[in-house]
């Protein structure tokens, strides 16, 4: 047989695919074969063929999270022919790796029922986070079909807002009394569902339900069965309220190196708890939403959102942008004579303006960041303020010598030299107040600070920096005329 | 006695403040009692008077990365005083809560023989961060000090380079032969160090010491002592290379949702394990340095970095923007006389420029945060070039048509409106194109695309307003004169 009748029979293809999936010992020859295009090509037309045998030992072989990149890249029929090929816990855990876009267009073509099926093999909030995708009708009927304990869950969490602990906790935690021993811990452990294989504490609660305190699982194995658990219990940590802002949730487990805390209500009752993996992805998140809010695009912008979407988006923000352009370019229209008589500060103009919105933005960069890490709220915004004024000064001082310096040596004239000198150094320090000043506002309303400082703050540079080069200008013109 | 007189005495207010801490039972009281000030002058009464036990109860009761903050806030004298009150284990844990600078100039005032005592008390990668802090020639004399086991381990973790998998790894790992019984295994568990106290997995390795798999602890506890670890051993999870790079090793924990993964060796020999914690902190760092470095600030500046370092950074990088804004300014140098005739064109230039900026920032931040989220590695850049392509000739489209309204309404002049709805056409194209291409190509170059991307980026952007609208302006002059 040669090797030409192999591959026009396409069977020892498919075999060599995951003969080579069976293969792989190390992660750099994961992602060496991740990384060719060979075994997607392959396994899509085996999916167009619709050879179960074969697909569902590939799907075996392949991380949740890499059949989910693998369904982003395929049409929506032949990624719901594929989810179909995996169990029903697995079809959860791809669903939840999915984009959100691709992933919404997907659970819009399931039935309830198999949503519902979907939805039994999850920990809580990953069935939230499931549901959240879904209609209001749809969701009701999904709710519907569950049974009541899960269904009591879930609906506890899908009512806490988005953005607090609440909402992306977990209701799967193993807690027991404090008069229970080690023994009757370890039982209440054996008890628990499958599903909730990532377990690292055992809580313990009074007889109100109120978290007390929490043992590793390294202590309740190295302790004696009958040791009463409230005496081995560690009670230093103190539970996260169920509606603290995540953000803050996070800065929480970063600042304490927390691997897992316990979440209670109002009255201290234990209601859930929240795990580094859902802090990770909420860190990462909100980094993401400040990085793309910084530079005006939406945080929910991916690679997969509809390029219709992206681009009104981001045509919407280049709007704003471009109102506050005209509001500056106003301010030149007024000058427009001297300009006429002096046509070198044409050329000058957007230097000043343009040096105070790159200061601006290394001020707007630092206060946002620092909000965001909560260390302005910690610190105190006082000390940024005076610290950014500061930094505005001195940085003005030392941009606007070397200015000066250029100048003279371009012009050979004083008076443009002064004039440029001045500006600079004045548009640098509006640059810091109205750098630092803008985003601890905004905060202070609630607006993201990420999302709207940089519009105002750069129509003041350039404002300011046009308005101080051409009103200085005027005030000297007679000695600027032939320049 | 009267109020006056208690306060007076002074010993009543310390003991409030400490029955104060006594009562604390939730968070939101804790955080109102750290925000308020009353405590933190009185702790640093009580250090100045060098009365220890008050000064010992109260520290009993704060979290260490609360004691760190405090350190920060207060004189170098006072802060050495404070951290000799506090035990070995804690004076270690309080260093590493510390902001770099603060911490850094604190330990140089520690004797080799302190530092070491400090060290002794904490893991291998803490051990590795703190010796990180010191002068060559003092990090080695701690080393000398150091038992010979950890001294091995600590220089193994200090030749890993920065940034890589090895440099944020620890040395505490439970590992057993893949034939050692689950009996075996929690006699290990039982055996390791006090200090090692997050455990979640025990490690599987063979007879060269190779990661074979792992076991969580819920499975150890549940399974029978005399099962063999082989046989309940799970080998999914494909263990991290010791020199992967630590934003790899990020996604990957997000990707796959991970709470301690393995590290390999290049024989596949387990030479440690990261955590989730270490995690959290490299996505926080990573992402502060992105969004620093995107606003043109050192990824190290905090609120705590000297004054005149920060103001140097900021300054350095505002010089290579100076350069660059006069590079620009040389482009409308060039077209003074067709400025001096249709002076208007002054006003409209930075418009164009300043549009082009932002929707060049627009897609900048975009791939700059893909690229952090290794989503174009795992896409294929040729998908995201397209697309900032497609986006560029739409948000162009729309804002050409947008400023082409709006400028003829201002000057009724055709031609003036043509020209410009072709440069700001022309520039939003030069934006999408450069903005995509510069940091990506940067990466390549293994340049941090966050550092320089928006240098390159805006100096095309200003050129290329310039030069779309003057050129094409001197092209139709004749139309233009008397606008």
Redesign the interface.
Known sequence: MSVNEVKENGKPEEESIIKKLLEI????D?LTFLESKEWKEHLLRLLQEEKEQEIKEILDEL?D?DIA?FI??IDKEDAIKLLQYLEPERQGAVLL?LDTHVRNELIKELSPEKIKIIVDELESDLQADILNALTEDKKSRVLSLLNPEDRFDVTELLNYPEGTAGSIMSKEIVAVPEDATVNQA?NV??KVSKET????NVFVIDEFGRYKGHI???????SKPTTKVKRIMETEL????VD?DVEEV?NF???????TAPVVDEK?ILVGRI???D???V??EE??E???R????SEE???ETP??K??WT??Y???I??AT??L???V??LF?DN??KV?????????V???GG??A??T???I???IA?G?IK??GEK??LI?SL??GL??GI??SF??ML?IYLLTSNIWLTIIMGIAMFGNLVIAAITGAIVPILLDKLNIDPAIASSIFV?TFT?MGG?FLVLSFASLFMNYLIGV
């Open positions: 010992k190390s992660r750099e994961y991380y999270s990149f982003e890249q790796e370890i452990l054996r294989d990532d377990i690292y590793t699982l390294r202590k309740l194995i190295l103190l539970p996260i309220p603290m996070a487990f970063t600042r304490y190196d927390l691997i201290g795990t580094a993996d802090i990770m992805e860190i990462q980094s993401t400040d990085i793309l910084l530079g005006g695009v912008e991916t690679i390029l219709w992206a681009a981001r045509t923000w280049l709007i942008n471009l352009a005209f500056a370019a106003s030149v229209k427009e300009i006429q046509v070198t500060l044409a050329s000058f103009l957007p230097i303006a343009g040096m790159n200061a933005t290394q707007m960069s630092f946002i960041r620092n890490l260390e910690e610190k000390r940024f610290r500061l930094l001195l940085t030392s941009l070397i200015s250029i750069t350039d046009f």
